[in-house]
């Protein structure tokens, strides 16, 4: 009886020491290439070899430029994402500019399994988003320049200028490929 009780004991005492972590990448780096001639398939994406990357690989000129508004819903997104930054490729992140014309509107989205935050440059934005069953509450704050907002994974956002100026903001998500997904 006393020795299943220590096995339990060593059991239980080995059981605390373990640790739960991210896996560490295999490389600093995955350079995305269209041409898999000598690359490496990583992530949905072949690598470029390490040795061959520069910095061009890891820049996007041309945030600072407004996308144009002129549309059905009064908005332009600009992506910084893997298509535009190779360099981006398995890091785990994406970025972009949202334009907003006078009460111009992003279309309704979600961002599976991605976590965004915004932040306002120019203007203000009504912003929010709608929670999961079983309440599906609608959580809102109105953003002024230098404000930012935190949209949970998996909530639906609603960013929206509701005001009669022109409006501006950067959004940087948890998943480098184009990760929105839209519902209108």
């Not at 001639?37 to 990357?53: E, R, W, Y």
């Not at 111009?104 to 999961?132: C, M, W």
């Amino acid at each position: 009886m006393g020795s299943k009780y220590l096995v339990a004991l060593t059991l239980f005492a080995l059981a605390s020491f373990v640790l739960a972590s991210d896996p560490s990448p295999l490389q600093d780096f995955c350079v995305a290439i269209d041409e898999p001639k000598d690359a490496v398939f990583v992530n949905g994406k072949f690598c470029k070899d390490p040795m061959l990357a520069k910095a061009d690989d890891f820049f996007l000129r041309g945030l600072n430029v407004p996308g144009n508004t002129s549309n059905q819903v009064g908005s332009m997104v600009t992506p910084a994402n893997v298509v535009q930054i190779p360099g981006l490729n398995t890091l785990g992140i994406s970025l972009v500019r949202i334009d907003y014309a006078p009460y111009g509107l992003n279309a309704p989205h979600t961002h599976p399994r991605a976590t965004e935050i915004l932040q306002v440059v120019k203007g203000s934005l009504y912003v929010g988003f709608v929670t999961s069953n079983p309440e599906n509450r609608l959580i809102t704050k109105v953003l002024y320049e230098g404000d930012g907002f935190v949209f949970p994974g998996w909530s639906y956002p609603l960013p929206i200028q509701y005001r009669e100026i022109s409006g501006c903001c950067f959004c940087c998500s948890k998943q480098p490929e184009p990760w929105f997904d839209y519902y209108c």
